[in-house]
């Protein structure tokens, strides 16, 4: 896959990330923009959020137990420990000698959706509220493969937060926005029901939960790769962040995309010439008019 894409565009690191350019950028940029334009449906508001969440935020949601295998950190240097670390910065096997570090306060964004989370926190809110946005998002893997499974990437991602019925339906009708869209690019897939990549899951009684009642529900392409997910959260979040409605905690659901795994499944649908792929933009704009 990755000599193949070379041509249009892609540059791959060992260290589990993409670089993209020519055809496979604007590629990327087309795929967001659908996504996008999908998320315009229900008027959701734009946001843009940071490189990193905060640990007190995490542990609202016990992230860290959770996951402690995907998390990346942000790590400094102790003030005084820079001129030692100057001297003698990498060793003999090219890793960086670390010493004296800074307390760590921070994780960098695993998931594009905590932010909302914090941004609202303590607020009363009118639902139904909807919001879209797009991150780079890093979770650490055992292996990375290019478009597929990456230590950095792209997340857009659709939130709604209101009552319990009102997230429901916002989730099925994305799940057929999506599908919709799936079916004009021509790209095969399956829903399947699916649990978040809990760490120790057997132990873990979030885990058991969505085994019991699933929900998380994934489009999954090739067999083997999810490229989007409906997800409902139920009132976790709003608990967790005190963020409520006149009847308590609001309930919250999002629909994510990985931006890469698109362009993955595109690109094995279609090959590596530009010239034979569908266009994202106009194909969200056809199953839009038929769902008005």
Known sequence: MTATLTSAGLTWLPSGQAML????????????????????????????????????????????????????????????????FAADPVDESGAVRLRGISPVRNVITPAACYHVYVQLRDQRIEGPRYLTFRNTCVRRETEYQPLRRQWSFRMRE?????????????????????????????????WQIA?????????????????????????????DLAIASVNLHEDHFGEAFSISTDEGPVSSGCVAFGLERWLYAITTRYGADPANWPDPVAAAGRVLERHR
């Open 158 to 190: 659709i939130v709604c937060l209101g009552s319990r019925a009102q997230v429901k339906a916002f989730l099925d009708r994305y799940r057929d926005l999506v599908s919709g869209l799936l079916i004009e690019l021509g790209l095969e897939v399956s």
């Open 21 to 84: 350019a020519g055809p496979l950028q604007q590629l990327f940029l087309e795929c967001d923009t659908a996504l996008a334009a999908l998320a315009g449906d229900t008027g959701a508001e734009p946001a843009e959020h940071p490189v990193f969440l905060a640990v007190d935020d995490l542990e609202r949601i016990n992230y860290l137990a959770s996951f402690p295998h995907l998390a990346t950190f942000p790590v400094t240097l102790e003030e005084s420990g820079l001129p030692a």
């Open 195 to 223: 649990t978040d990549p809990f760490f120790q899951p057997s132990r873990n009684p979030a885990y058991l939960a969505q085994r019991l009642n699933p929900t998380k529900h994934e489009a999954v392409f090739g067999g």
